[in-house]
């Protein structure tokens, strides 16, 4: 990316350098108490108003040097940024089964294999993270072996490089599977939620510093995803429970994913989540930017 001189030069917040979220982004309290609260969260608005680099903002890399700036580093809360528009997030595989039931379990399969990607990578950025990790990298290996029931890489030397190796190879034999003429083997060993996320992020608990964390999943521009995947997403906000995660959903107003899940429910604003409008500060009659 070529070095940005000029705050008011357009681009796209996924192209910006660490440093340069952290030099251009103005802080509102408004955007930032919801983000760092344990709520689910709906970020709404078109292109340019701001979802994306407020994510990314309360991501945990940005996050943890911003902290080393001011010389205050939390692991309170871990903002784990998800963007929907991956190669992996967006494979298409489910197109070609013809039952719906089996169509619900490959885009789950693919959205939980981005999640665990995205957290794995996330935290293997924090050098703090990864010193603590390795006090307890036996345990790590040995619950999510047991729980996931596989083979995780010991050798590579790094948790959370092991995990990301997991997640590509597991996707690789995803692809091999669902192409070969008999595909209903895959569905044995596909991957949900509960079955998957919500372990791995308890078994992080038992790293030290992160005992107590709260881990907020980020998923940008959750427009792209398929019918499956928002229902299922749906369905994973509809869990009651948010002392260990919740949701942060950044999509357009166009096209805006529905509010159906797995089962044919509903989630409800207000009871479920919380819908943050990001273009409102700017349309608000009382808004600096509107007297401006």
Same mark, same amino acid.
């Given at each position: 990316?070529?070095?940005?001189?000029?705050?008011?030069?357009?681009?796209?917040?996924?192209? =910006?350098?660490?440093?340069?979220?952290?030099?251009?982004?103005?802080?509102?309290?408004?955007?930032?108490?919801?983000?760092?609260? /344990?709520?689910?969260?709906?970020?709404?608005?078109?292109?340019?108003?701001?979802?994306?680099?407020?994510?990314?903002?309360?991501?945990?890399?940005?996050?943890?040097?911003?902290?080393?700036?001011?010389? &205050?580093?939390?692991?309170?809360?871990?903002?784990?940024?998800?963007?929907?528009? /991956?190669?992996?997030?967006?494979?298409?595989?489910?197109? =070609?089964?013809?039952?719906?039931?089996?169509?619900?379990?490959?885009?789950?399969?693919?959205?939980?294999?981005?999640?665990?990607?995205?957290?794995?990578?996330?935290?293997?950025?924090?050098?703090?993270?990864?010193?603590?990790?390795?006090?307890?990298?036996?345990?790590?290996?040995?619950?999510?072996?047991?729980?996931?029931?596989?083979?995780?890489?010991?050798?590579?030397?790094?948790?959370?490089?092991?995990?990301?190796?997991?997640?590509?190879? &597991?996707?690789?034999?995803?692809?091999?599977?669902?192409?070969?003429?008999?595909?209903?083997?895959?569905?044995?060993?596909?991957?949900?939620?509960?079955?998957?996320?919500?372990?791995?992020?308890?078994?992080?608990?038992?790293?030290?510093?992160?005992?107590?964390?709260?881990?907020?999943?980020?998923?940008?521009?959750?427009?792209?995803?398929?019918?499956?995947?928002?229902?299922?997403?749906?369905?994973?906000?509809?869990?009651?429970?948010?002392?260990?995660?919740?949701?942060?959903?950044? /999509?357009?107003?166009?096209?805006?994913?529905?509010?159906?899940?797995?089962?044919?429910?509903?989630?409800?604003?207000?009871?479920?989540?919380?819908?943050?409008?990001?273009?409102?500060?700017?349309?608000?009659?009382?808004?600096?930017?509107?007297?401006?």
């Amino acid at each position: 990316m070529k070095m940005m001189q000029n705050p008011f030069e357009y681009e796209a917040a996924n192209n =910006l350098r660490p440093q340069d979220i952290i030099d251009y982004y103005i802080e509102d309290f408004n955007f930032s108490r919801f983000i760092q609260s /344990t709520k689910n969260i709906f970020l709404i608005g078109e292109r340019g108003s701001g979802k994306t680099m407020a994510l990314l903002y309360n991501s945990i890399y940005i996050k943890n040097l911003r902290e080393k700036i001011k010389g &205050e580093v939390s692991f309170e809360k871990i903002g784990i940024h998800v963007p929907c528009n /991956t190669p992996l997030f967006m494979k298409k595989e489910y197109l =070609l089964i013809s039952d719906d039931f089996k169509k619900s379990i490959i885009s789950e399969h693919y959205l939980v294999l981005s999640i665990l990607y995205s957290i794995a990578d996330s935290l293997i950025k924090i050098d703090e993270i990864v010193e603590a990790s390795k006090k307890v990298s036996s345990c790590l290996y040995d619950d999510l072996e047991y729980m996931w029931n596989i083979s995780l890489d010991r050798d590579s030397g790094n948790f959370f490089k092991a995990v990301k190796k997991y997640v590509n190879r &597991e996707s690789m034999e995803t692809q091999k599977k669902i192409n070969a003429f008999d595909s209903d083997s895959f569905y044995d060993n596909a991957l949900s939620f509960s079955s998957s996320v919500f372990p791995f992020l308890q078994a992080l608990r038992q790293i030290n510093i992160l005992k107590n964390s709260h881990f907020m999943l980020m998923l940008d521009d959750a427009h792209d995803m398929n019918e499956y995947q928002i229902r299922a997403l749906n369905s994973w906000i509809a869990y009651r429970d948010h002392s260990l995660f919740s949701f942060k959903v950044a /999509t357009a107003k166009v096209d805006r994913p529905s509010g159906i899940t797995s089962t044919g429910g509903s989630i409800l604003e207000g009871h479920d989540y919380i819908t943050v409008d990001m273009e409102q500060a700017f349309q608000n009659a009382e808004a600096s930017f509107y007297k401006l």
